[in-house]
């Protein structure tokens, strides 16, 4: 089985890509190095020629708070243009299945906890990120469209937070745990006596590490076939100010840490309930301080050959 995995040098698209491979799938993946996902033509051209199986989309401009809310013309279009090119081309290409990946900022700012599934578009979103919220809304809706009008067994998969391998560090641009990464790690080479960090830390996240979503990513993709999308996460969640002295730990960051109350924290609480999704069978097997270690191993070995994304 051919599977062609949209966004393959990224986060995400690392870890599934090495998922699928290891079960047993031939990979192919597409980047800006031999795709332009903005150009419909070469986006087509691609996919036919290679008539995958499963085409997933792991391809997507992210960012964090900063980013998404200076940036929101970019992060509407260019994910909007994304994934309509790709399941356009896999439409024309006849691909069976198409793995749409969103995100849980997709459900009300304000939304009742732990978030099922059934309450997507309950209340109004974020503001800071509702721009990339409504682009993957977009998504969703258009994978079921296409389920709709032509009976495709097309799905759309919507993950929690995720860390791990790969993850993008440039400070104006990333998200919290990559953030707080770089930031305790540069303080304690530097021997700085303080770190001062965006919000209040009051807030409290669900975090996954790519490896557990790849998991899950290979799992639904055989098992799963409902229009309802399935929401991928731990049900566990974290303070803010608890991540970040886990990270401060196992950087070995023994400084002060300050709380910068004139930067917005963001929705107040964000988990999910993933239930559906368990009983496939699927269970995330990294804890969080596990996958933390790990991770600032891997930054601390990349930055040495300039692996990574600053």
């Given at each position: 089985?051919t ?9 995400a698209g690392t870890?599934?890509a ?9 990979v ?5 190095s031999?795709?332009d996902l903005?150009?419909q ?23 964090g708070?900063g ?21 356009e ?12 990946l ?8 304000d939304?009742?906890t732990?978030i099922k ?12 990120h509702s721009?990339y919220?409504?682009a ?18 097309w799905?759309?998969l ?39 960090l ?8 669900e ?8 998991t ?8 799963y076939?409902?229009?309802k999308?399935l929401?991928?996460g731990?049900?566990?969640d974290?303070?803010?100010k608890d ?7 196992e ?31 699927w ?6 301080r ?21």
């Amino acid at each position: 089985m051919t599977v062609i995995v949209a966004g393959n040098t990224g986060l995400a698209g690392t870890a599934i890509a090495k998922a699928f491979a290891e079960s047993g799938s031939e990979v192919i993946g597409i980047n800006r190095s031999n795709v332009d996902l903005l150009n419909q033509y070469e986006t087509n051209k691609f996919i036919e020629k290679i008539a995958p199986s499963i085409v997933v989309d792991a391809a997507a401009l992210v960012g964090g708070i900063g980013a998404n809310n200076s940036y929101p013309v970019e992060f509407l279009n260019n994910n909007l243009r994304i994934q309509s090119n790709l399941m356009e081309a896999s439409f024309n290409a006849k691909v069976p299945r198409f793995i749409f990946l969103g995100s849980s900022c997709i459900y009300p700012k304000d939304s009742q906890t732990p978030i099922k599934e059934d309450y997507l578009m309950s209340g109004p979103l974020e503001e800071t990120h509702s721009a990339y919220a409504i682009a993957k809304i977009a998504g969703l809706e258009l994978v079921n469209s296409y389920r709709k009008e032509y009976g495709l067994d097309w799905i759309s998969l919507m993950p929690t937070n995720l860390y791990g391998p790969k993850d993008n560090f440039n400070l104006n641009a990333s998200h919290v745990l990559p953030a707080f990464i770089r930031k305790f790690i540069e303080a304690e080479r530097s021997g700085a006596k303080e770190v001062i960090l965006w919000g209040t830390g009051e807030p409290l996240r669900e975090f996954l590490h790519t490896d557990d979503l790849a998991t899950a990513v290979v799992l639904a993709s055989e098992k799963y076939h409902d229009a309802k999308h399935l929401n991928i996460g731990t049900g566990e969640d974290i303070s803010i100010k608890d991540l970040a002295q886990l990270v401060a730990d196992e950087s070995g960051y023994k400084g002060a840490i300050f709380w910068d109350l004139s930067k917005p924290d963001g929705t107040y609480r964000k988990v999910l309930d993933v239930t559906r999704i368990k009983s496939l069978g699927w269970t995330p097997k990294i804890a969080l301080r596990n996958g933390i270690s790990s991770t600032i191993s891997w930054y601390r070995h990349a930055e040495l050959n300039s692996e990574v994304r600053k």
